[in-house]
């Protein structure tokens, strides 16, 4: 009888693996899928949840659990005294899901092969958009010559969100270059998804896309290497090569990019204000200024002096939105990763961190995939580190 329990675990147990990295698949091809499954694709979530929950039988809740609900409880009581609900009703079904996503998967002791499964499913899902980005892609919204993206069955993906997943593929196939045992077929095959995507990144004309990349190559630097100092004399080799690379890059894409989108990525002189950013910003943070602890509720930037737009910027509509308090509610789980991960010399955490937060600095995102994605599979990582390395050390105190 015990026997046949184990086996109906096990099973559901590589049942659940196989619709985790379902999920992580979808993200990536969301609106194309869409197009055949409707919008009932989404709902793969919550069975990727209940599938979790039956599983596993041990759940440990620990402080950043609370954390996260406390941040969710707070947007919802300030909905009563935001006076509409405009961005409530956006979001309200997104921020549950990606809630209770986050505590189940974090709370429960996930099997070491959840590690390959959001690396190879990840890389090779990104590779896979950087592939068709090569030949599928068309103007965004069949106008935007500057901003090109993959268009499949009419269906488009907005250009920072495809930038977004493209990215990852870029930080994962680094950190296996530098890492991970490999022959040359398959450092061929990585330094291909790095050119390949970034390439695609850069027909997407995200702004936020080149950040991100510059963010990841200075933190690589100043991070990936055996001396105990930040600023070594091999990192400041590497910022060097960077900035060699860099020029490189740029002259190789004044050459094979189409005019209007080199000059949307690179003429910096149209970066100020861009999209308007710098008045949204002022108007965000004009109604944290007056509600500085607990800030003005959910959505009030939604029409707050006439402007009826969003913040294009997550960290200044969060303090708008729930405060000090919010603020840190809802990014001292994503602070305890990205220095916990430092700790323990495991970049891969910070890397997915970079990539999926980063794009947050000229973006709304707290609604998007990737932005919650980065946020749940990095604590999953470094969760299943934690738990090898407490195994680990069990076993040498027993020998």
């Known amino acids: 009888m015990t026997k046949t329990i184990k086996t109906y675990n096990d099973l559901l147990k590589k049942i659940t693996q196989f619709f985790f990295g379902l999920y992580l698949f979808y993200c990536f091809f969301e609106p194309y899928i869409n197009t055949i499954l409707s919008?009932?694709?989404?709902?793969?979530?919550?069975?990727?949840?209940?599938?979790?929950?039956?599983?596993?039988?041990?759940?440990?809740?620990?402080?950043?659990?609370?954390?996260?609900?406390?941040?969710?409880?707070?947007?919802?009581?300030?909905?009563?005294?935001?006076?509409?609900?405009?961005?409530?009703?956006?979001?309200?079904?997104t921020l549950t899901a990606m809630v209770m996503f986050f505590i189940v998967t974090s709370a429960v002791t996930l099997e070491p092969a959840y590690e390959k499964i959001i690396i190879e499913t990840q890389l090779y899902s990104s590779f896979a958009l950087g592939i068709l980005s090569l030949f599928f892609s068309q103007p965004f919204l069949g106008k935007a010559d500057s901003r090109l993206v993959i268009t499949l069955m009419g269906a488009q993906m907005d250009p920072n969100n495809q930038s977004a997943f493209?990215?990852?593929?870029?930080?994962?196939?680094?950190?296996?270059?530098?890492?991970?045992?490999?022959?040359?077929?398959?450092?061929?095959?990585?330094?291909?998804?790095?050119?390949?995507?970034?390439?695609?990144?850069?027909?997407?004309?995200?702004?936020?896309?080149?950040?991100?990349?510059?963010?990841?190559?200075?933190?690589?630097?100043?991070?990936?290497?055996?001396?105990?100092?930040?600023?070594?004399?091999?990192?400041?080799?590497?910022?060097?090569?960077?900035?060699?690379?860099?020029?490189?890059?740029l002259l190789v894409g004044q050459s094979f990019l189409p005019e209007a989108i080199f000059e949307r990525l690179f003429g910096f002189g149209g970066y100020?204000?861009?999209?308007?950013?710098?008045?949204?910003?002022?108007?965000?943070?004009?109604?944290?200024?007056?509600?500085?602890?607990i800030g003005g509720g959910w959505g009030k930037y939604w029409g707050y002096n006439d402007i009826y737009r969003v913040v294009h910027n997550t960290y200044i509509s969060e303090l708008a939105d729930g405060g000090i308090l919010g603020f840190l509610f809802l990014f001292s789980p994503v602070i305890y990763v990205g220095l916990k991960s430092l700790r323990l010399r495991y970049f891969l955490p910070d890397f997915i961190l970079i990539m999926g937060l980063m794009p947050s600095l000229f973006l709304d995102t707290i609604n998007k995939r990737f932005f919650w994605n980065a946020i749940i599979v990095s604590i999953i990582l470094l969760n299943i580190r934690l738990k090898n390395q407490d195994r680990s050390n069990h076993k040498e105190r027993i020998t």
């Open 166 to 249: 493209l990215i990852i593929g870029v930080a994962i196939a680094i950190y296996k270059l530098y890492y991970k045992e490999n022959n040359k077929l398959q450092k061929l095959f990585l330094l291909g998804v790095i050119l390949v995507n970034i390439y695609g990144m850069f027909l997407t004309g995200s702004r936020g896309g080149i950040v991100s990349l510059a963010a990841l190559a200075v933190f690589a630097i100043l991070f990936m290497h055996n001396d105990p100092k930040l600023f070594s004399t091999q990192s400041i080799k590497m910022f060097i090569v960077l900035g060699i690379f860099g020029g490189v890059a």
């Open 39 to 93: 919008s009932y694709g989404k709902y793969l979530i919550f069975l990727v949840i209940v599938l979790t929950i039956a599983s596993h039988r041990s759940v440990s809740i620990r402080w950043y659990h609370v954390s996260m609900i406390l941040w969710l409880m707070l947007k919802l009581v300030s909905i009563y005294w935001v006076g509409f609900n405009d961005i409530v009703q956006l979001h309200l079904l």
């Open 272 to 293: 100020e204000g861009g999209s308007e950013r710098t008045m949204l910003w002022s108007n965000a943070i004009e109604i944290f200024i007056k509600n500085p602890l």
